[in-house]
């Protein structure tokens, strides 16, 4: 049975922490829902981790519809949200088509977008029609060219007391939980207590009710970055990257394959192939 927004709240309830983690294809998907991670993120972090970019700004609807349905397939306990694109949400009415989308084609059981008080329309419209909702605040990646680059959010008076009230408009709107991004503890502590709904912290400290993370930086599968709020669980990068090393010597060097990895046929059946054909050639030359 998949985890339910029901179940998610459940945990808010008791107090269990919530692990959620960012997945893209079919393989990572299936060993996060084997390992009993209840929340996957299909998040537009696709842009730089799977997709080459340098940012979430070119990742398209197609791209979320695409990856979003290979994470869908792989998976039979997770809730599968995923990313409404930049500028998919820009007015409601694109909200909704680009949700119904992620829904209906991708199979996501819920959509996330970034922002505050300003998409609280937007959310209760999707709501509305039945949609669940997850909110973004604190740094939101897809505004970076008006933001800036990625640093901590909400320090100031001011900027502290729009995110309080952007994540009371979310919750009102009928979002089912937040993600806050490159928050101070304390804000993000004084959010999670304040609200009704599971709030999901990256970079955002331990008082939120549960934690996202990008696989990749999880898994060490990029052997160059390391976000400072990211902890490695493994090495992959350096692991795949020493095993397709060998591999690529063993090719050159002629250790790959052997005999275990081929097989055989008997040799009179050859023979008799080869000497069919070259008697066909002989005909065709002939003919010539
Ligand atoms: O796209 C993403 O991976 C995200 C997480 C950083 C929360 O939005």
Do not use: W
């Amino acid at each position: 049975m998949r985890c339910t927004v029901r179940d998610l709240a459940r945990m808010k309830r008791r107090g269990e922490k919530i692990a959620m983690i960012t997945a893209y294809d079919s393989s990572f998907a299936r060993l996060v829902d084997d390992a009993g991670i209840p929340l996957i993120l299909v998040g537009d972090s696709l842009g730089s981790t799977m997709l080459g970019h340098r940012s979430t700004v070119p990742v398209t609807l197609d791209d979320m519809v695409h990856h979003t349905a290979a994470v869908v397939r792989a998976t039979s306990r997770a809730l599968v949200v995923a990313d409404l694109p930049f500028f998919s949400y820009a007015t409601v009415e694109r909200a909704v088509a680009a949700a119904q989308r992620l829904l209906q084609h991708g199979g996501a059981q819920a959509v996330k977008l970034e922002g505050g008080a300003g998409q609280a329309a937007t959310v209760a419209c999707l709501v509305r029609n039945g949609a669940a909702v997850m909110g973004h605040l604190g740094y939101t990646p897809q505004s970076e060219h008006a933001v800036g680059r990625a640093r901590v959010q909400g320090r100031g008076r001011a900027a502290a007391q729009r995110m309080l009230a952007d994540a009371r408009a979310l919750e009102e709107a009928g979002a089912f939980a937040l993600v806050l991004e490159l928050v101070p503890e304390e804000l993000a502590g004084a959010i999670t207590a304040r609200a009704r709904i599971p709030v999901i912290g990256i970079g955002a400290g331990a008082r939120c009710d549960g934690q996202v993370q990008v696989l990749h930086d999880v898994l060490g599968l990029d052997r160059t970055f390391q976000p400072r709020h990211a902890r490695r669980y493994a090495e992959l990068g350096q692991l795949a990257f020493a095993a397709l090393s060998a591999y690529a010597a063993e090719v050159q060097q002629g250790a790959f394959p052997a005999a275990e990895h081929g097989s055989t046929m008997d040799a009179a059946v050859l023979a008799e192939a080869l000497a069919h054909a070259a008697r066909q050639e002989d005909q065709a030359d002939g003919s010539d």
